[in-house]
């Protein structure tokens, strides 16, 4: 991939640091609600907590929803960004690039879980090397392959 170039993200890790389950679990749960709000239309970012919701993304945009979910999570924020719902949209897929990232740290994000496929990263190679060295776990999921991850009773 050219430097500048942007490209679905396949899943695996992009970050020294590594998901832990208690990660993986807030990363299903907000892949759920975020494939459920999509059904209608809403925003694809999810800030999750201990399997409880800080913010979704809705009118306000992303990194609005960012800053929100991490002030109510108090610096243990996953932030989950999924494609769109709906296959006739796929053309539409979400872009991340190394702002975000030293947004998300700055307010106080612990994780990024981006849906392997359907979220185009800017830089990967820039974001990598950031999330390294800010100790921000930053990864991407297979949606069906994450779930196995949700805590029963969510």
Do not use: W
């Not at 006739?88 to 740290?105: F, G, Q, R, T």
């Amino acid at each position: 991939m050219e430097h500048n170039q942007q490209a679905p993200i396949t899943a695996g890790s992009y970050s020294k640091a590594k998901p832990d389950k208690k990660i993986l679990a807030d990363a299903a749960f907000g892949y759920y609600i975020s494939k459920e709000i999509g059904r209608n239309d809403a925003g694809q970012t999810v800030v999750v907590k201990n399997n409880s919701i800080m913010a979704v993304e809705a009118f306000e945009g992303r990194l609005d929803t960012i800053s929100r979910g991490c002030h109510f999570a108090n610096g243990k924020a996953v932030i989950v960004i999924s494609g769109k719902y709906s296959k006739s949209d796929e053309s539409v897929n979400p872009l991340i690039d190394l702002s975000l990232l030293k947004y998300a740290v700055e307010c106080g994000g612990k994780a990024i879980a981006l849906e392997a496929e359907k979220v185009n990263v800017l830089n990967i190679k820039d974001c990598m090397n950031y999330a390294s060295k800010s100790g921000l776990v930053f990864f991407a999921f297979n949606g069906t392959d994450l779930l196995k991850y949700m805590k029963k009773g969510s």
